[in-house]
């Protein structure tokens, strides 16, 4: 089965607290795609990240991070010192090397109170 | 610069009414999709377009037609729609099909009365 798991459905932080969203896939395929969207109250589609299955580097970007882990079939997405900007849904998303379509996680939706 | 526009982003109509909606990107993608999103759920694939052709339908109801009249645009006609079809519709846009990031617009709400 391939499948995207946003086990977390609801978090609320405090302004400039640090905050984890946890994604985990499951899938067959050697070679996949994951990805992680923001969408804020407006509705677009925010792209943020891709990573290829066979790039385990880790990346950081400005207050967000995301730690791949294909040991624990993980992707995690970091946000440090939040801000209420950073409140939105997020959605963490696959794409398997064997199909055309995008693999959606339910969504995790971020508030960031001020 | 990875924009797609849609227009119009609101949009409200009767059952029997016959609309359109337009996405537009000029990035020199091949490939572009429609979505459909209902409330506190995951975006829904609708359609994909490869170079100007329609590829893939997921067996979406005949009363969505989409259209591509070109590689920068895509329409979806809306005809005899039913008040569930209510929903965030969203277009996004890839360099190819295959392996590219998809990029999304900004959706338009579509409200069925």
């Known amino acids: 089965a391939q499948k995207v798991t946003q086990a977390q459905t609801e978090i609320s932080v405090v302004e400039k607290e640090d905050v984890t969203l946890d994604c985990v896939y499951e899938t067959r395929d050697t070679t996949y795609y994951l990805f992680w969207y923001k969408q804020p109250p407006s509705g677009e589609l925010v792209f943020l990240i891709r990573r290829n299955s066979f790039d385990e580097q880790n990346e950081i970007s400005g207050r967000y991070s995301w730690n791949f882990q294909k040991s624990t079939s993980s992707f995690n997405f970091t946000i440090t010192a939040s801000q209420v900007v950073d409140s939105a849904v997020y959605f963490c998303v696959g794409r398997m090397d064997s199909s055309y379509k995008l693999i959606f996680g339910s969504g995790t939706r971020l508030l960031v109170r001020p | 610069d990875t924009e797609v526009t849609q227009t119009p982003k609101h949009l409200v109509m009767g059952m029997t009414n016959k609309k359109s909606l337009k996405c537009e990107q000029h990035m020199g993608h091949r490939a572009m999709y429609w979505y459909k999103q209902k409330a506190k759920k995951p975006p829904e694939l609708m359609f994909v377009y490869s170079y100007e052709k329609l590829s893939i339908n997921e067996s979406v109801p005949s009363r969505f037609s989409p259209e591509c009249p070109n590689s920068s645009l895509l329409n979806l006609h809306l005809h005899a729609l039913q008040p569930e079809d209510s929903a965030l519709y969203l277009c996004?846009?890839?360099?190819?099909?295959?392996?590219?990031?998809?990029?999304f617009g900004p959706g338009t709400r579509l409200l069925v009365l």
């Open positions: 996004a846009s890839s360099q190819d099909p295959g392996r590219e990031t998809q990029y």
